[in-house]
């Protein structure tokens, strides 16, 4: 990506349009920017190029039978942390995963069918890598608020 550049008002109004509805057709920001939809498609194109915007659909995992979904803080070795992040970040079961400060190294969000497979990723995956300590695994009750910035 390289070093990022300045967003003007107009790339701004584009990816707050888009981030509120991600369907927002060309044509009605144009008109609301008085600029032509060329202008826009352009914009748009640069600005996914360029990576400051990613459309994707959202899921709710529990509505889509994923009943096993699990926020799990890892404690690492530190000198291993970078490699068991790496090694984290490969398993498909794995959606989001940060390196953080306090009491976990890590915080991986993992998206299970049950309780069984989320069993076998914890003891025969996460706990399989060298350098991981412990974990704690913090069950997804309901989600009550999820939005993407």
């Known amino acids: 990506m390289g070093e990022m550049e300045e967003l003007d ?3 701004l109004h584009i990816i707050e349009k888009l981030r509120e509805d991600g369907r927002t057709p060309f044509t009605k920001i144009a008109a609301e920017l008085n600029v032509s939809p ?3 498609r352009m914009r748009y194109n640069r600005l996914v190029e360029r990576g400051y915007l ?3 659909a959202i899921t709710n995992p529990l509505n889509i039978g994923y009943n096993a979904v699990a926020l799990i803080g890892i404690r690492v070795e530190g000198r291993k942390l970078v490699q068991v992040a790496e090694a984290i970040a490969q398993f498909e079961e ?3 995963l940060i390196i953080t400060s306090g ?3 890590l915080f991986a969000e993992v998206i299970c069918r049950d309780h069984d497979e989320l069993f ?10 060298d350098g991981v300590k ?3 695994t913090f069950m997804h009750l309901r989600i009550v608020k999820e939005i993407y910035i």
């Open 9 to 11: 008002s107009i790339d």
């Open 38 to 40: 060329g202008m826009i």
């Open 54 to 56: 990613q459309i994707v």
């Open 94 to 96: 794995v959606d989001y």
């Open 103 to 105: 009491r976990f190294d």
């Open 120 to 129: 076998n990723f914890l003891s025969e995956k996460l706990y399989q890598i």
């Open 134 to 136: 412990e974990s704690e």
